[in-house]
């Protein structure tokens, strides 16, 4: 019976990957990724050839599963990857986490980097109780009803979003709770790495007509209550 790898992989910098995660990627029989060309630069990075390197997508995962699950049955041990971070979380590798349990067969994650979690610490927002939701829905109508719920809970909220939405989920943010502390955080771990602090107000202000760069991530909480 193969072993699932749920195996973390860096979100900029290719320094940022354990030694226990190379070892499973050298020694898996099979290395599941979104585009194998973007993971080549790394297992490249790190002299490392994988023996067979498959593509796991949005768009083909539910032809992979069965596939994939097909390989862990004849006894290979698969390593699943995202593009960046941690797969299995708000991406497809979900599904062939849940066959593989259903399957019976071992699921070890491999921890390591999360945007959203080097986003969540790096925001200055409270960490004690938090909600990640992945990608917000892309009508303003749902996305503004969804937002105004987070706020709600009083619990910090962390998020993806594309560059170019994030002006409009800002000034989504901003309608429901002006004053709601924000960070965006772009490009973690690389160059251009930035994190921008204000409310929802002012940050939905310096995005509505400047989409940022790369990859982003935002973290908001209610407003500080006044005393």
């Known amino acids: 019976m193969g072993t699932l790898y749920l195996v973390a992989t860096p979100i900029g910098n290719l320094e940022d990957i354990s030694p226990r995660a190379l070892e499973i990627l050298r020694q898996a ?51 699943l990857v995202s593009d960046a971070g941690t797969p299995a979380l708000s991406d497809p590798g979900e599904q062939l986490v849940r066959a593989a349990i259903a399957a019976g067969h071992q699921v070890v994650p491999i921890p390591g980097p999360s945007a959203a979690i080097a986003a969540l610490v790096a925001s200055g927002l409270p960490t004690r109780e938090f909600i990640f939701v992945g990608f917000v829905p892309k009508k303003s109508g749902e996305r503004r009803r969804l937002l105004g719920e987070l706020v709600a809970s009083a619990r910090t909220a962390v998020l993806y979003e594309s560059p170019y939405r994030v002006g409009d989920t800002l000034a989504d943010l901003a309608a429901v709770a002006p004053d709601a502390r924000v960070a965006v955080a772009r490009e ?40």
């Open 188 to 227: 973690l771990t690389k160059l251009h790495e930035e994190v921008v602090r204000g409310t929802a107000t002012e940050l939905a202000a310096r995005y509505a007509d400047a989409a940022p760069k790369g990859e982003v991530t935002i973290v908001f909480a209610r407003a500080e209550e006044k005393t």
């Open 29 to 79: 029989h099979m290395v599941a990724c979104e585009d194998t060309r973007h993971t080549q630069i790394l297992l490249r990075r790190y002299d490392i050839r994988a023996k067979h390197l498959t593509s796991y997508t949005e768009f083909n995962h539910r032809r992979k599963v069965a596939e994939l699950v097909g390989q862990l049955e004849r006894g290979w041990d698969v390593a």
